[in-house]
């Protein structure tokens, strides 16, 4: 036997193991969902994209043109998937747009109403849940624990696992009123889904923040943003009524402006008076006196 044919042969093997070495590192073993905001609320333009990415252990997989299926279960009437295939891209991920579905009517007893879709590449296989909610409303003043009014405060909308739900908005945060359009220090926020957990709602200036929580149960909710400790120096505070925060509806700010008052009489005025009296009186009397012996 010639000696370079083991040397050949051992060659060969070893770029055999290291093509499926490779092929392994490359393989995927499972698939990722991630939708871009967790609910579609009823009567609004909601617009999800729904991405699927490869996946080998918790590292992507940087593998294109691999096909993925999605199917929609239960209540399939009630969204619109523009791709039911899709292809993944040089990244490993690939992407669908979801959305009410035109014509579709949903009544308020019938919400929350969740649907499934699932996603599977070869024999792998995931999938991810859609509410489709009614909305809520929350409204109120920021105010600091001195029971000013707060100005031009930021606020957002934070999900129960901390990621700012900019959905609500159109990705902008919402603004405490600064009194052009509305009461000073007041604000509102409409759009909250309901029935899919609680929100937080953080109002912020100046590095200074205050929060509640919207229970995401009420249809309207009337509280108040408290930052305490707040200090804005260029600003000119502006009273509120307190005795309701937090705990109804909100009263309006107290009018501040000043009155014109009126002089109370002092005890030095009180003698003059009298003073001026007894004299009006005496004088009287002697001119009696005069009269009746002339």
């Not at 009410?100 to 792998?124: C, F, M, N, V, W």
């Not at 229970?215 to 400790?229: C, M, P, Q, S, V």
């Not at 107290?254 to 009180?270: C, G, I, L, Q, R």
């Amino acid at each position: 036997m010639n000696k370079s044919v083991p040397v050949i042969i051992g060659f060969l093997a070893i770029l055999i193991l290291s093509a499926n070495a490779i092929a392994d590192d490359n393989a995927y073993n499972k698939l990722a969902i991630h939708t871009s905001q967790p609910c579609l609320r009823a009567g609004m333009d909601d617009n999800l994209t729904i991405t699927v990415t490869l996946m080998n252990g918790n590292e992507r997989v940087n593998m294109a043109d691999v096909p993925i299926f999605l199917k929609v279960l239960k209540d399939e009437n009630a969204i619109s998937v523009d791709r039911l295939m899709i292809i993944t891209d040089d990244t490993g991920s690939a992407f669908a747009s979801v959305k009410l579905a035109d014509g579709y009517e949903i009544s308020g007893k019938d919400l929350p109403l969740l649907i499934q879709i699932t996603a599977s590449a070869d024999r792998h296989m995931t999938s991810t849940n859609i509410n489709i909610t009614d909305m809520g409303s929350i409204n109120g003043y920021v105010i600091d624990d001195r029971s000013n009014t707060i100005l031009n405060a930021s606020i957002k909308v934070y999900s129960q696992d901390g990621t700012w739900a900019s959905y609500i908005g159109d990705g902008e945060p919402f603004y405490s009123s600064n009194g052009t359009n509305a009461p000073m220090g007041t604000y509102s926020i409409e759009g909250i889904p309901l029935g899919t957990g609680k929100f937080d709602i953080v109002a912020e200036k100046n590095g200074y923040t205050g929060s509640i929580v919207f229970n995401g149960i009420e249809k309207e909710l009337t509280r108040d943003i408290i930052i305490r400790d707040f200090i804005d120096d260029a600003a000119t505070p502006v009273p509120y009524v307190t005795g309701m925060t937090n705990s109804g509806a909100t009263v309006q700010p107290s009018d501040n402006t000043e009155k014109e008052s009126v002089p109370m009489p002092t005890p030095m005025t009180n003698t003059v008076l009298i003073v001026i009296a007894i004299v009006t009186v005496a004088y009287a009397g002697l001119k009696v006196y005069r009269k009746m012996f002339r």
